[in-house]
């Protein structure tokens, strides 16, 4: 009984990784459109933020396709 949860919860996981993957690609957008809107001192940084957010999103995808 407890294997057939077993990959359940990878799918969810996976399914969750793939939403938070989207969402650093969301972030990235957004702050793309407010650096076009507002210009400020900080829209480089935010703008390799965002883009350190999309690699570590796709690094933790890729640690749990090979982890789990």
């Given at each position: 009984?407890?294997?057939?949860r077993?990959?359940?919860?990878i ?14 690609l ?5 702050v ?27 690094a933790v ?8």
């Open positions: 009984r407890a294997a057939t077993f990959p359940a919860s799918l969810g996981v996976g399914l969750f990784l793939l939403l938070y993957l989207g969402f650093s969301v972030v990235v957008r957004q793309k459109l407010m650096s076009r809107t507002v210009t400020g001192f900080l829209e480089k940084q935010l703008l390799v933020m965002g883009w350190f957010l999309v690699v570590l999103a796709v995808f890729i640690f749990s396709l090979v982890w789990l």
